[in-house]
C-alpha cells in the first residue's frame, strides 16, 4: 500500500481518530521532520495552489482602512473591560485551561460547544435583538463584530464564487493569496439561484470565537510535533460542531508597531519565530508538505468548503500579543435556548397537576414518554445549566442577557426532579403490577445511571462547587 493511501482517512474517520493513532503516526515519523513551506520557498504558491486551493488569503491592505481602525480598537475594548476568558476544557479525560482567552459573540442565544465546554454568545445587536449592555464601549464592540461578520460574508461568498467558477472552467490555478489590487471575479451567468443560495448559507455565520494570547505571559507553550514549526497556540484540529462544508473567516490582529512589520530574514531556515503564522496539513498525509502562512496585522484567510474536514490547522505564536476573530457557521440545531427550552416544554407536558408542597402526578406513565422525559431532563442539567453555571460570572462582564433564560431553565429542571420522583413513587406503588413496575424502571434506568454518573464526575472536577479562576 502506498504510504499516502495507508494515512488517508475518511471524514467520519477524522473525526474518530484517537490518540493512540497519533502517537503511530509520531513513532513511524522517529526522529525526522515533516516537510513544510513559508513564503521564502520556490515552491511554497504552486504548493498552495495544488494542495490547498480551498484555503485563500486576503492581505491587510485590501480590507478597509476604516474597518481595520474599529475592529482593532473593538478588541482592545472588550480586553480593557476582562471580556476574555480562558476556557476549561477536557481533553483526554483531563480538565485543563486552554492557553488561549476568548470570548463567543454572535446571534441571540446561541452556544458553540468545542471540547465538551459550551460556549455562551454575547449577543450581537442584530435586528430586533433586546440585548443590553454592561458599558456603551462593550455594545459598541459587539457592533463592530457584527459589521465585521457581515464584511466577512460578502468576502466569503465572492471567495466561493471565484473558486466554483474556476471549477468550471477547470482552471488549476486558483488564486490563493489576494492583495488590494487583485482583480475579482464574478460568477456570470453560469449560476443559478440554488447556487447561490448554497454559497449564502456556507456563509452565513452566526457566531464569532474572539481569541486573545500574549505569548510572553505563557510559561509554557507546546511544541508542534510532527513538521518543527515551533511554539503553538493552538494544536493541530479540525474546527468542531459546524454546518457541513460551510466556511471559516479568520481576521486576524497581532498588536505589532510599524517597525517590526517586516519581511522574513532569508537566512532563517523555517518559519519567523517572531511572527504569527498558521500551519495547515492534510490530515494523516506525511508526504504532501504543510504550510506555514504568516499572518500580519488585518490579515484575513477563508477556508472554504470541505477544507475544514480534509485539513487540520494550528495557530503557530509569533512574539506580540494578538487577537482573532473567527468567524463560523454553527451547526445549532440542539445549541439555541429556543431549541431547550422547546424540549423542557415537552418533557413537562406529562405533568398533570401540581401540588403546593412541589410534587406533582403524571399524565402518563408509558415507557415512551417517561424515557423521553429522563433524556431531557439530563440535556437541559448537563449540557445547560452546568455548562452555564461553572463558567462562573464570565458572562455578566458583558451582559446580562443569559440571566433571566437560564433561571427559568433551572425551575424547568426543578419540575422534573419532581417529575423522577414521581415515576419512583408510582413504582413503589402498592396495586402496580409487577410487569408495568419493571417496564417503567426499564424506561427510565440507562438515564439515571447516566445522570448520577456524569454528577459524580462533575463533582469530581469541582466544576458545581468552585468558581474556576479564568484570568
Not at 398533570?352 to 424515557?371: C, F, Q, T
Request: proline residues 5%.
Amino acid at each position: 500500500m502506498h504510504r499516502r493511501d495507508k494515512h488517508r482517512k475518511t471524514r467520519k474517520q477524522i473525526k474518530v481518530i484517537c490518540f493512540e493513532e497519533k502517537l503511530r503516526l509520531l513513532e513511524e515519523l522517529e526522529d525526522t521532520w515533516l516537510p513544510y513551506l513559508t513564503p521564502k520557498d520556490d515552491e511554497f504558491y504552486q504548493q498552495w495552489q495544488l494542495k490547498y486551493p480551498k484555503l485563500i488569503l486576503r492581505e491587510a491592505a485590501s480590507v478597509p482602512e476604516l474597518l481595520h481602525k474599529e475592529v482593532q480598537q473593538a478588541f482592545l475594548t472588550l480586553h480593557k473591560h476582562g471580556c476574555l476568558f480562558r476556557d476549561l476544557v477536557r481533553i483526554q479525560g483531563k480538565d485543563l485551561l486552554t492557553p488561549v482567552s476568548r470570548i463567543l459573540i454572535g446571534n441571540p442565544g446561541c452556544t458553540y460547544k468545542y471540547l465538551n465546554t459550551r460556549l455562551f454568545t454575547v449577543p450581537w445587536p442584530v435586528k430586533g435583538s433586546d440585548a443590553k449592555y454592561n458599558e456603551a464601549e462593550i455594545a459598541a464592540a459587539c457592533q463592530t463584530f457584527l459589521k465585521l461578520n457581515s464584511y466577512l460574508q460578502v468576502e466569503t461568498i465572492q471567495a466561493l464564487e471565484e473558486l466554483a467558477a474556476k471549477e468550471k472552467a477547470n482552471i488549476d490555478a486558483v488564486p490563493v493569496c489576494i492583495g488590494p489590487d487583485f482583480p475579482r471575479v464574478g460568477m456570470g451567468s453560469s449560476f443559478d439561484g440554488h447556487d447561490e443560495i448554497d454559497m449564502k448559507n456556507r456563509a452565513a455565520y452566526n457566531v464569532t470565537l474572539l481569541n486573545f494570547m500574549d505569548p510572553q505571559k505563557m510559561p509554557y507553550l507546546k511544541e508542534e510535533p510532527y513538521f518543527g514549526m515551533g511554539k503553538m497556540a493552538v494544536s493541530w484540529h479540525h474546527d468542531e460542531n459546524l454546518v457541513d462544508r460551510s466556511a471559516v473567516a479568520v481576521y486576524s490582529y497581532s498588536c505589532e508597531g510599524p517597525e517590526e512589520e517586516s519581511e522574513d530574514d532569508p537566512q532563517l531556515e523555517g518559519r519567523d519565530p517572531d511572527i504569527w503564522h498558521v500551519g495547515f496539513k492534510i490530515s494523516w498525509d506525511i508526504e504532501t508538505p504543510g504550510l506555514a502562512i504568516p499572518l500580519h496585522q488585518g490579515d484575513c484567510y477563508f477556508m472554504l468548503d470541505d477544507l475544514n474536514a480534509t485539513h487540520q490547522h494550528c495557530v503557530l505564536a509569533g512574539l506580540p500579543p494578538r487577537f482573532s476573530s473567527t468567524h463560523r457557521v454553527a451547526e445549532c440545531s440542539t445549541g439555541t435556548l429556543e431549541y431547550i427550552l422547546q424540549r423542557c416544554q415537552v418533557a413537562l407536558q406529562n405533568v398533570r397537576e401540581e401540588a403546593d408542597n412541589g410534587e406533582i402526578s403524571l399524565k402518563s406513565l408509558e415507557s415512551v414518554v417517561l424515557k423521553q422525559g429522563e433524556e431531557i431532563h439530563n440535556e437541559v442539567e448537563f449540557e445547560w445549566l452546568r455548562q452555564f453555571w461553572f463558567q462562573g460570572s464570565r458572562y455578566k462582564k458583558c451582559t446580562d442577557w443569559w440571566c433571566q433564560p437560564m433561571s427559568q431553565l433551572e425551575e424547568m429542571w426543578r419540575k422534573m426532579e419532581w417529575l423522577t420522583s414521581a415515576v419512583l413513587r408510582e413504582v413503589r406503588r402498592e396495586g402496580v403490577p409487577m410487569e408495568q413496575k419493571n417496564e417503567m424502571l426499564t424506561s427510565i434506568l440507562a438515564s439515571i445511571t447516566t445522570r448520577q454518573n456524569l454528577r459524580r464526575e462533575w463533582h469530581a472536577s469541582n466544576l458545581d462547587t468552585i468558581e474556576v479562576k479564568w484570568n
